[in-house]
Each structure stands twice: as C-alpha cells, then as structure tokens.
C-alpha cells in the first residue's frame, strides 16, 4: 500500500500534465513607442493572438507562441499607416504576420518569467527574450511585460531609414494581454 | 511719446553709454536699430518659410521631410515670438512720421495694410501651430522645446486647419508684394526716404 502511494506520488510529480491551456481574448493591449524628432510616437497592434501552454510551477512544458498581425499596426493616422506598410518599414503586404515562438520559459522572481524564443519579423528570425509579470484569478489570468527591440536588426525601417535621425532605433513594446482558458 | 523723441536729443544721449538708447529707438524722422533688427529678421524669417514651407510639403515621405518639418515648425513659433516681442516694442516706441505730402487716404492704406501684415503675421504662425496641434505628429522646438498639448488629435480638423494656414499664407504673400511695391513707390516714384529709413545701418541724418 505504501509503496502504492508513493508510486504514484512520483509518477504525478514527474508527468508533464500540468501545464494549462490558456489563449488571448479580445481586450488585449499591445503597443508600441518610439522616439520621432526629438519626442516620442506610440502606435498599436490591434490584431494580435497569443496562445500559451502555461503553470509556474511547472515550466518544462511551458510554451508560448504570439502572432500579430502588422497589417493592423495603426499610428492614429491613415498617412502614418500607409508608411508603415511601405517596403521599408513593416512591408505588411509581403509580411502579413511576425510571430514569436518560445519553448523556453524560466521564472525570474515570483510571478516574473522570461521567454526565450524566436521572433520572426520581416523575414529575419532572431533570438529574442520576452521578460512578462504573471498573474491569475481562477479561469483569468494576465500577462504583462516591456521589452525593447532593436528594429534596424529586422529591417524595419530600411535604407534612409535606417539610422535614429528622424525616427529612433529602440523601439519599446507594452504589453497587457488578458488570457482565458482554451477550450 | 513726445517723451522718447525728446529724450533723444544730443545732450541727453551723451549721458547714455554708447547712445544705445538713441541707437535702438525710433526718431520722428528715421527707424530705431530695434524695429530695423525686427523688420528685417522676421521678413528673411517669412520669406524662408515661405520656400521651406512649400519643400517640405511637396518632399516625398523621408527622413528628411520630417527634419524640414521640424525646421518649419520652429522657425514659425519663432516668428510668432518675434511678432508679439515687436508689437510690445513698438506700442512703447511710436514709428517715425509719414513722410510729408501724403494723402489721407494714403495714410488710411498704409495703416490697413500693416494692420494686415501684424494680423497676418500672427495668425499664419497660429495657424501651423494648429495643423501641428490636431495631427498625430509629435514635435518640439528645435528638437527641445516641448510645446502645449492643446487639443486632441483630429485628423478632420487637421485638415481644415491645414487649408486655412495655406490660404493665409497666400494672403499674406500678397500683401507682402503690396508692402515691398509700396516701398519702391516712395522711393523711385515720390522720392523720399521712406525705404531708405528703414534700411539697416543707416542713421538719422539729422541725429
């Protein structure tokens, strides 16, 4: 009986059951800053989806995948949109989507994690890491996280673009993305 | 009034260091180094943004249409503090006279269309600062300055704005070209000293 038991205390320890299935729902906010002639700029993804397979306290199967949509990037202004579109920034119509991947999810403190995964953005795949705060309220769970990205090192921006006269090379990206489970 | 043009007598400004007080006012008969240095400053002022106005306007999406936008914009708010600084100056410090033998008429003109060039001098300015406020474009003087956030961005009144610094603008050339022929009426036409006095470097000859 004993033994029974601790058996199958193990066998529950070491099986990858735990991690949750969790996907974005629509009140998500990603943005992004950049500074413009001596101020700043902010814009918005507004078509965006994460899904992620997720338990602190069980990363080993922990698994993040993020996919936006740049043809929905908006900067508030339909000049400033269509520029985002042109060749040398996001070239959306050749580019549809960047999607980062990450299979590796470490804890930092409690509650922060980092993501370590691949972006790719304009047809350059990079390693990028993702730092995010976690939190969770029964079936609600949130994740919140800063991170800067050099855009010059994805082509956005090209050419004459491609220095931080006019428009900055760090690039700072917000995220809040409320999470509900998959169903 | 009659106090300043007084007070610029030989004796009294021998009193004054270097006649900085009688080299900057006005005379009855001759402009101050203070008006001269506004009137000149801001017309070389105007006329490049005119140009540089109309560049950065017709420059294709780059780098560098943003830098002459920037260029734009400041020199515009300086403009515009150099206009108010000009106005407070010469509410204290009376122009010279009309030159003699001018109509009533004449007179009432000349007023008007500096009244018109003041105006237009300070709403132009006001104007851009408008399309600047109402667009998405963030900006600060000469790269520095922050400016006001007065109202939100509004692309439709972005545009209305747009239009009407463009027409003003417009309005205010032509009443610059009124301004500059007028001058070379009273110079090559009347003969008096009416362009003469305001060209810098040259000092009452009666002072």
């Known amino acids: 009986m004993r033994v029974v038991v601790l058996?199958?205390?193990l066998i529950g320890l070491s099986l990858p059951v735990c991690a949750d299935e969790w996907k974005s729902t629509d009140a998500g906010e990603f943005t992004f800053e950049v500074a413009f002639e001596g101020e700043s700029i902010t814009?918005?993804?507004?078509?965006?989806?994460?899904?992620?397979d997720f338990d602190p306290e069980c990363l080993d199967s922990a698994r993040l995948r993020v996919t936006v949509d740049l043809r929905a990037a908006d900067m508030g202004d339909p000049d400033m949109n269509d520029v985002l579109f042109d060749p040398a920034w996001f070239d959306s119509g050749q580019f549809n989507h960047a999607v980062f991947v990450s299979d590796a999810i470490a804890k930092q403190a409690p509650g922060e994690f980092i993501a370590t995964g691949t972006l790719d953005l304009k047809g350059t795949v990079k390693i990028v890491t993702v730092p995010f705060a976690w939190t969770r309220a029964e079936d609600q769970a949130t994740m919140q996280g800063r991170l800067i990205l050099k855009r010059t090192e994805f082509n956005v921006g090209s050419g004459e673009w491609a220095t931080d006269d006019a428009i900055g090379i760090d690039v700072t990206l917000d995220f809040t993305i409320p999470l509900a489970p998959k169903e | 009034?009659?106090?300043?043009?007084?007070?610029?007598?030989?004796?009294?400004?021998?009193?004054i260091s270097y006649n900085l007080f009688c080299m900057l006012h006005n005379t009855e008969r001759t402009w101050g180094a203070a008006a001269k240095s506004f009137h000149w400053l801001i017309a070389i002022l105007i006329l490049g943004q005119l140009g540089l106005g109309t560049i950065a306007e017709e420059a294709r999406v780059s780098p560098l249409k943003l830098e002459l936008f920037v260029w734009h914009k400041s020199i515009g708010l300086t403009i515009l503090l150099l206009v108010i600084l000009r106005v407070a100056w010469r509410l204290r410090n009376p122009p010279p006279l009309a030159p003699d033998g001018m109509a009533t008429w004449e007179k009432r003109l000349a007023r008007v269309s500096h009244g018109l060039l003041y105006l237009l001098m300070i709403v132009v300015p006001l104007t851009g600062w408008w399309i600047s406020d109402t667009s998405r474009i963030p900006f600060r003087i000469y790269w520095s300055v922050p400016v006001p956030d007065l109202m939100a961005p509004n692309r439709d009144l972005m545009e209305f704005a747009a239009s009407v610094?463009?027409?003003?603008?417009?309005?205010?050339?032509?009443?610059?070209?009124?301004h500059i022929l007028a001058a070379f009426r009273h110079h090559f036409l009347l003969q008096n000293d009416t362009l003469l006095r305001m060209l810098p470097f040259r000092q009452d000859p009666r002072s």
């Not at chain 2, 009034?1 to 009193?15: F, N, Q, Y």
């Open chain 1, 43 to 52: 814009g918005a993804f507004t078509a965006f989806d994460v899904e992620l």
């Open chain 1, 7 to 9: 058996t199958s205390l």
């Open chain 2, 165 to 178: 610094h463009g027409v003003l603008t417009k309005f205010l050339l032509a009443i610059v070209v009124v």
């Open chain 2, 1 to 15: 009034m009659p106090v300043e043009v007084a007070a610029c007598t030989p004796s009294l400004c021998r009193w």
